[in-house]
């Protein structure tokens, strides 16, 4: 299986600096996951959108893109899971 390229939002990058360093880390290792395999077991398909998917990293979701046809994952934006989804 040919690997994906990673993109990243500017809001997305800005989210993750603002981040501790534990989570940072935590979150840039699922996010480098993602470039194997863009739907790892945990990933749910967001309601209401056709390529929206999300992954759970401890407290915090990221919220990616996935574009099978150019081997892209773009990810959306990252947050607490309180606050992502608004």
Do not use: C
Request: glycine share 6%; net charge positive; aromatic share 6%.
């Amino acid at each position: 299986m040919p690997s994906y390229r990673v993109e990243i939002s500017r809001s997305a990058e800005k989210v993750l600096r603002s981040l501790p360093r534990e989570d940072q880390s935590r979150i840039a290792r699922a996010i480098g996951a993602l470039a194997e395999d863009p739907l790892p077991q945990g990933a749910r398909k967001l309601s209401g959108y056709d390529d929206v998917f999300r992954i759970r990293v401890g407290r915090y979701r990221v919220l990616y893109s996935l574009e099978t046809g150019r081997l892209i994952v773009i990810i959306l934006k990252i947050g607490h899971r309180r606050d992502v989804y608004r």
